[in-house]
């Protein structure tokens, strides 16, 4: 028994780990728990659950070894053991500290972000010196302490363990083995449990509390290949073609064809002249920020053009942002089509259509444009060139993600001028980066807000809006400027935090067209990304075929409908009703008053419309039909 004594003993000091942890976030957001009034005790015996899946997962290469390896070999097995057991101890202390910081920037435990993040060390590592110097001493010292009790602990058990006849113990292999598929299966029904038996409860931060990090982090990446649409439910592609269509009022297109949503959008603007297009895409300006003290430009600028009061972005990631403002395409399920394999080359955006017209195609970003996948994504996908900061010189200001957003400003208006010189008409998207943590920026250019940090998110969002201002006061000075649609745009909210399960009022964000001609007006009806997409290419003054998933604020086909995905959730919403479904759950149905959801009554056609989404957009990348 000296076998099953181990691992049992390995087995709860994992699962003490993981309590501690879960019991440390609750204590942490005991506030927010309290409120959603929810059992959040039954968290611990839910989250046990989840726990014992990793657990048994892990303990399988030490059944094996403690069972059928020849007692001469002990000491040998003993070192190896050791070694794993360092590694797997290591592991769990650092993630379930590393969980504090990362639920107090996105409000989850950690997902695949948590991995996809680790292939930017310069960008990723500059932030946690910056921001988390605490959380990484105190996962230094935890883990230094735990390991020196737990080395001396373990002493010569396993040597012991395996000192014991190999009949006898091999004799334990298959009842072990049938005990901790049991544990990793945790489920007597036809599947076996997964990280949706955490979702027991309507509160989405109880839910995270009952998840496992290091199970969450492993299910992220294993569910982000292949096919994400069957984790949501079953629908025939025609089917869900159709329904999304209806629910668009996408008309015109070929059901059938290698392009099912593509079709001929007149424009409300007729002109023969040519006019430049371009995005200043901003990082995580949510609308909460639009006030007279803390974006002073924009809170001007937006009575000089269209201003697209009730816009909401597609999700909370930088990459869909682009893709909705760039393809005007919805949040595809798994990750986003900038990093995908299929989508990297022969997929829509604004660019395929303004090259064909003798248009230079640029994407402008102060950072290095490999973070996310940006510059491959760009490149392959019909746009000429990618600035990015090795492509600056002596810029005014270089912070941890890249040079400063008037450096951005200052490049991007040199290269229009020259552009505008030659007679060449251009299609750009610039990115800046300056409300990002650490919130570095240059001094001496904005007055900061009394009572905020000087490196605070208000006051980056502050320099960001000094740049967004200087981008349009020099515009306005050039003769490209009578002839220019400029579209500044959110790609996110900065921090959504909530116990909803989708925060929706933290989804709204600013948008604002302007330029030579455009006149002033307040859209107040609800619109998404695709929608901003579709209206500034309305503006151009040509006749566009696309694939657009929504339609210019001028057109009558226009529907406020907008889709959201947070994390693996998605949210359908048609007014101010919204189906949500999450992976391995049953649709439900909310009503959304502008700041909180609430429990309706189930709306069959929504929440399948919604599925018919998912669907649809999975289908659309699997197949490369969105072109």
């Not at 990631?317 to 990750?335: E, L, N, W």
């Not at 810029?395 to 993600?401: E, L």
């Amino acid at each position: 028994m000296k076998v099953f004594k181990v691992l049992l003993w390995h087995y709860l000091l994992l699962a003490l780990i993981f309590f501690v942890g879960r019991a440390g976030l609750l204590i942490v957001y005991y506030d927010r728990v309290v409120q959603s009034g929810v059992n959040h005790w039954l968290s611990f015996l839910y989250g046990l659950r989840i726990d014992t899946i990793l657990i048994s997962m892990l303990l399988v290469v030490p059944l094996l070894v403690l069972t059928l390896t020849p007692a001469r070999y002990a000491k040998t097995a003993e070192k190896g053991l050791k070694a794993y057991f360092t590694g797997v101890f290591t592991l769990a202390i650092f993630v379930e500290i590393a969980t504090f910081p990362f639920f107090a920037e996105y409000d989850v435990r950690p997902n695949y972000k948590f991995v996809e993040y680790l292939a930017y060390p310069k960008e990723v590592f500059g932030m946690l010196l910056a921001d988390y110097k605490l959380a990484i001493a105190l996962a230094v010292g935890a883990i230094w302490l735990f390991l020196r009790h737990y080395l001396q602990a373990v002493a010569n058990r396993f040597a012991d363990a395996i000192a014991q006849p190999l009949p006898k113990r091999a004799l334990l292999t298959l009842p072990l083995a049938l005990l901790l598929f049991i544990g990793i299966r945790s489920s007597f029904g036809h599947r076996p449990a997964n990280i949706s038996d955490a979702l027991y409860s309507s509160s989405r931060v109880v839910n995270e509390i009952t998840k496992n990090s290091i199970y969450s982090v492993l299910y992220a990446v294993y569910a982000s290949g292949g096919s994400q649409a069957k984790r949501y439910g079953k629908m025939p592609v025609n089917e869900a073609l159709k329904r999304v269509c209806r629910r668009l009022n996408i008309t015109g297109n070929d059901l059938s064809g290698p392009s099912p949503l593509s079709r001929l959008e007149p424009t409300h603007f007729q002109t023969k002249r040519p006019k430049n297009l371009v995005i200043f895409l901003q990082e995580s300006l949510g609308y909460q920020f639009v006030t007279p003290n803390i974006t002073p430009n924009l809170w001007r600028l937006k009575n000089e053009g269209i201003w697209l009061d009730n816009l909401y972005a597609n999700s909370t990631r930088s990459i869909r942002g682009i893709a909705g403002t760039v393809s005007g395409i919805y949040s595809v399920p798994g990750k986003g089509v900038v990093k995908r394999s299929k989508s990297q080359s022969d997929f829509f955006t604004f660019a395929k259509l303004l090259k064909p017209l003798g248009y230079e195609t640029l994407f402008i970003y102060g950072g290095n444009a490999r973070f996310d996948n940006m510059r491959a994504w760009f490149l392959g996908n019909g746009f000429d060139r990618v600035i990015e900061q090795k492509d600056y010189k002596n810029p005014a200001f270089t912070a941890n993600w890249g040079v400063s957003d008037e450096d951005l400003v200052n490049k991007a208006l040199e290269t229009f001028d020259s552009l505008a010189q030659k007679g060449k008409p251009f299609g750009a998207v610039m990115f800046s980066s300056s409300n990002h943590t650490p919130f570095d920026y240059p001094e001496g250019r904005i007055t900061p807000l009394p009572g905020e940090p000087i490196h605070g998110v208000k006051n980056a969002v502050k320099y960001a809006d000094y740049a967004i201002g200087r981008f349009i006061n020099e515009a306005k000075k050039r003769p490209w400027w009578q002839d220019t649609v400029i579209v500044i745009v959110a790609d996110h909210n900065v921090r959504t935090w909530g116990n909803e399960i989708v925060p929706v009022r933290l989804f709204h964000i600013p948008g604002l067209i302007l330029g030579g001609g455009i006149k002033p007006r307040v859209y107040d009806i609800l619109a998404g990304q695709p929608d901003l997409l579709a209206t500034a290419l309305d503006l151009l003054g040509k006749d566009f075929t696309y694939p657009i998933m929504g339609h210019s604020i001028f057109s009558n086909k226009k529907r406020p409908v907008n889709l959201y995905k947070f994390n693996d959730t998605f949210a359908l919403r048609d007014h101010d009703k919204l189906a949500i479904i999450r992976p391995g759950k049953k649709a439900q149905t909310f009503t959304f008053d502008g700041q909180t959801l609430h429990p309706a009554p189930h709306d069959e056609r929504l929440e399948k419309d919604l599925l018919a989404f998912i669907v649809t957009l999975d289908y659309l990348y699997n197949k490369r039909a969105y072109r």
